[in-house]
C-alpha cells in the first residue's frame, strides 16, 4: 500500500468521552522525507513566483436552498411556477436564483442546471429493504427527515392521547416510504424513543407506549389555581405580586429546560443533509410565564399594583427567537400541533368593582400559543391550533413534504458567521401567499464540518463523496492504567484527492476532524488537525488506484465506543463523513449497546 512522502499520527486522547478529547498532535518522519508541513515555493526579490510554480486560487461557493410553499387566496397549493416567476432578497438585496426545484405529489417536475463548481454532492444514503419509488428520484439535498417531537412535560395525558391517535394515522397514510422518520419525547431530558427509521409504522407503533406515560401539565394545572385561590386571598396587592413572582419564577425555570431541549434537537440535526421537519406537539408555552396572573393581581389591585409591568421582566420572546433562529440556521422547519385542542374559558375570573370580569383562561390561550406561531411562521412551517381533530391540518402539512418549490442562489458572504434575512416574492402574480423559513446563518467551515461529523456520529448517517474508510487496528492497554491506545486508519483513494501538480510532486491539503460516543451516549468535543497531502511526481502514476493512509490515535475506556471521522479536501471543497464502531477490551456482543 503506497503512503505519503510524510506518514502523519495524530494522537487524540478520549478519556470514556468525558474530558478534552485532543491531548497532543504529533508528526512523525517516514523514510527521508521529514514530517514538516511543504514549505512554499520561495518568490524572486520583486514577489514573483518561480517558473513553472503552479498556484491555485480556491473560491468555494456555498449554495443557500430555501423550500418555498406558494398557495392561493382559498389555501389552495399553486404548482406550475418557474424560476422567473420568483425573486429572492437577502438582506433586502436581490439575489440571483441559480438552483430550481419543483416538486408536485413527490415528484420532481423542474429542475435548473446547478451551479458549474458546486460542492461535490453527498451520496444517497443506503435504505435497507426499502424499494425504490417516486421519492428515490429526489436527491439526498431534498430527502425528508422527519421528527416527532412529543413534549411530554408540557402535555396533559388526555389532549396528548388524542392527538397521538391520530398521528398515527398521519404516519401510515401520509408519510412517504423512505423517508426518514424519527421519534423523541422530553420530560424533563430528551429522549431518542425510536432512532431514524424509513419505516413510518415503527415509528407509530412506538407512540402507543406513550400513552402509558404520565403527562405533566395538569398537574400544573392544580399548582395554578392555588397560586390563584392565593392571590385572590391575598390581603395586599404587594402579597398578590409576590404568589404570581414566585410562580412565574418556577415557570420560567421550566421553561429554559423545555427550549434548551429544543435547541439541543435542531443542533442534533445541523449536519444531516436534506430538508428536516419538526412535529412539535404540547399544550402550549408560555410567551410570558404566568402573564395571567399578572392580569388577575392588577385586576385585583388596579391602584398601584404594578403587575403588568413586572410581567414584562418574564417576557420569554427572546428564547423563541433564539430557537427559530437556530432552526433556520439548519434548515429545520416546525410545525406546532397545540393539543388543547378548542379550549374553554375555565370557571376562574377575576371581577372587582371598577373592572369588567377578566377571564384568566382567554389570557392563558392566546399566551400559550403565541410562541407555537412564532416559531411555525419564523421557519417556513404551520401552527395548528384550537382543532379537537389535528389530522384534516396534517393531511395540509403533509402536502408541504410533497408538493413544494427549492430556490438556491450562492451565498453573497462565505462562513463569515453571520444570520441573514431572506425574503421571498412571486411579483408576476397577485393574491398569493409565500411561506418560506425567513433567514439562515452562513456557517464557518468549522462549524460545518464540526455539525456533520456530530451528526455521523449521533445517527450513523454517512454522507462519503470521496469514499473515506476507517480501519480499526487492535488496542494496545497502557500499562498500569485501565486505559486503551486504540490506532484508527482513515483512508482515501488518492483518485478522489484534488492534487496540484509543483516542479516535483503532488500536493493536497485535508482537514481531519474526530469525535467519539461511548455506549452511555457521552461524547467528545470534534478536534481537527490540517494534514498536508505530498506525492512524489515520480510516484504519481503508480499512485492511482490506491490510498492515501494517516492515522489516529485514540485512548479509550474499555468497552464500546462510536467513532466519527469528518475528512475535508481543501482544494476540491469536499466534505465526508464516516462513523465505525469499535470495542476496546471487551466482546463484540457490547457493540449492542450504542
Not at 173 to 199: A, C, H, I, N, Q
Amino acid at each position: 500500500m503506497l503512503r505519503s512522502a510524510a506518514r502523519y499520527t495524530v494522537t487524540v486522547m478520549v478519556l470514556g468521552c468525558r474530558t478534552t478529547a485532543l491531548l497532543a498532535l504529533l508528526l512523525f518522519a517516514a523514510g527521508a522525507a521529514g514530517a514538516q508541513e511543504p514549505e512554499p515555493p520561495a518568490a524572486g526579490e520583486d514577489g514573483a513566483r518561480e517558473p513553472g510554480e503552479v498556484f491555485v486560487d480556491t473560491v468555494e461557493v456555498n449554495v443557500v436552498n430555501v423550500e418555498v410553499y406558494v398557495t392561493d387566496k382559498e389555501g389552495n397549493r399553486v404548482t406550475g411556477l418557474t424560476r422567473d416567476d420568483f425573486e429572492v432578497y437577502e438582506d433586502r438585496r436581490k439575489v440571483e436564483i441559480t438552483n430550481f426545484y419543483a416538486v408536485e405529489d413527490g415528484r420532481p417536475v423542474a429542475e435548473f442546471p446547478r451551479l458549474r463548481t458546486p460542492p461535490a454532492p453527498p451520496e444517497p444514503l443506503p435504505v435497507p429493504g426499502v424499494e425504490a419509488d417516486g421519492r428515490a428520484a429526489i436527491p439526498e439535498e431534498q430527502r425528508l427527515n422527519l421528527i416527532v417531537y412529543i413534549d411530554n412535560f408540557n402535555l396533559r395525558p388526555f389532549n396528548r392521547n388524542r392527538v397521538l391517535r391520530e398521528l398515527r394515522v398521519f404516519l401510515g397514510e401520509e408519510v412517504r416510504l423512505g423517508d426518514r422518520v424519527m421519534l423523541v419525547s422530553y420530560d424533563r431530558s430528551l429522549k431518542v424513543l425510536r432512532p431514524f427509521t424509513t419505516d413510518p409504522q415503527a415509528v407509530a407503533s412506538a407512540l402507543v407506549e406513550l400513552e402509558r406515560v404520565t403527562g405533566h401539565a395538569a398537574g400544573r394545572d392544580n399548582d395554578r389555581r392555588s397560586v390563584m385561590e392565593r392571590i385572590q386571598d391575598a390581603g395586599s396587592p404587594n402579597q398578590a405580586l409576590i404568589w404570581a413572582r414566585s410562580y412565574a419564577e418556577e415557570l420560567s425555570n421550566d421553561l429554559r429546560f423545555t427550549v434548551d431541549a429544543l435547541k439541543e434537537m435542531v443542533n442534533w440535526l445541523s449536519g444531516l443533509p436534506g430538508r428536516k421537519a419538526v412535529l412539535y406537539v404540547s399544550d402550549g408555552l408560555p410567551m410570558v410565564p404566568a402573564q395571567e396572573l399578572f392580569h388577575a393581581v392588577d385586576a385585583l389591585h388596579p391602584a398601584g399594583s404594578g403587575a403588568i409591568t413586572e410581567s414584562l421582566g418574564f417576557d420569554a420572546s427572546r428564547l423563541f427567537q433564539e430557537l427559530a433562529a437556530q432552526a433556520n440556521a439548519n434548515r429545520v422547519t416546525f410545525y406546532t400541533i397545540d393539543a388543547a385542542g378548542l379550549r374553554v374559558d375555565s370557571s376562574i375570573d377575576v371581577q372587582n368593582r371598577t373592572a369588567q370580569p377578566i377571564s384568566v383562561s382567554s389570557i392563558d390561550t392566546h399566551n400559550v400559543q403565541a410562541p407555537l406561531r412564532y416559531v411555525a411562521d419564523a421557519t417556513g412551517g404551520v401552527a395548528i391550533l384550537n382543532r379537537n381533530r389535528v389530522l384534516p391540518a396534517l393531511e395540509q402539512v403533509a402536502t408541504d413534504f410533497d408538493t413544494y418549490y427549492s430556490l438556491g442562489y450562492p451565498a453573497p458572504e462565505a462562513g463569515r458567521g453571520r444570520y441573514h434575512r431572506i425574503e421571498v416574492r412571486v411579483p408576476g402574480r397577485r393574491g398569493l401567499t409565500v411561506r418560506h423559513r425567513d433567514g439562515y446563518r452562513d456557517k464557518t467551515v468549522e462549524a460545518r464540518m464540526t455539525d456533520g461529523t456530530m451528526t455521523a456520529l449521533r445517527f450513523e448517517i454517512a454522507r462519503n463523496p470521496i469514499e473515506a474508510r476507517l480501519e480499526f487496528g487492535e488496542a494496545l492497554r497502557r500499562e498500569g492504567e485501565q486505559h486503551w491506545v486504540v490506532p484508527i486508519e482513515v483512508r482515501i483513494p488518492i483518485d478522489n484527492l484534488t492534487l496540484i501538480p509543483r516542479a516535483d510532486s503532488h500536493e493536497g491539503r485535508l482537514r481531519l476532524f474526530v469525535a467519539a460516543r461511548d455506549a452511555a451516549g457521552d461524547t467528545s468535543p470534534v478536534q481537527q488537525a490540517t494534514l498536508p497531502v505530498s506525492i512524489p511526481a515520480a510516484d504519481i502514476e503508480r499512485a492511482r488506484g490506491e490510498d492515501w493512509v494517516y492515522r489516529v490515535e485514540l485512548l479509550m475506556r474499555g468497552g464500546p465506543h462510536l467513532v466519527a471521522v469528518g475528512v475535508r479536501d481543501e482544494l476540491a471543497s469536499s466534505e465526508s463523513f464516516v462513523s465505525g464502531n469499535v470495542v476496546v477490551g471487551a466482546r463484540p456482543a457490547a457493540l449492542e449497546g450504542l
